[in-house]
Nanobody
Framework: QVQLVESGGGLVQAGDSLRLSCAAS????????MGWFRQAPGKELEFVAA????????AYADSVKGRFTISRDGAKAMLYLQMNSLKPDDTAVYYC?????????????????WGQGTQVTVSS
């Protein structure tokens, strides 16, 4: 059974940085497209960033462009999200997602496998 496990969330102040990590249980995911999504209280699941199998194609939501960086370490089957200049509006549960296949989409329906989420809280 495929497992995705996020870590790195926490409580920070506005302007601070956090680095989220996502460990995939299957090495096959090291050659698959993956993404980050988030869900704030009372809001729908929102796309954050996606990266294709080799990192050559990356997409970001407009709300995080220039502040967040998605990356991956294929050898370790790890996915990362570096979050800088955090804002209170970034407060949410962050999920990593993946599925077999080289491309990565911005829709939740693009992914079959999801982590349990990690809470990020940004205070003003």
């Amino acid at each position: 059974q495929v497992q995705l496990v996020e870590s790195g969330g926490g409580l920070v102040q506005a302007g601070d940085s956090l680095r989220l990590s996502c460990a995939a249980s299957e090495r096959a995911f090291s050659s698959s497209g993956m993404g980050w999504f988030r869900q704030a209280p009372g809001k729908e699941l929102e796309f954050v960033a996606a990266i294709n199998f080799n990192g050559a194609s990356i997409a970001y939501a407009d709300s995080v462009k220039g502040r967040f960086t998605i990356s991956r370490d294929g050898a370790k089957a790890m996915l990362y999200l570096q979050m800088n200049s955090l804002k209170p509006d970034d407060t949410a549960v962050y999920y990593c997602a993946g599925d077999y296949g080289p491309s990565a989409g911005s829709s939740p329906s693009s992914y079959k496998y999801w982590g349990q989420g990690t809470q990020v809280t940004v205070s003003s």
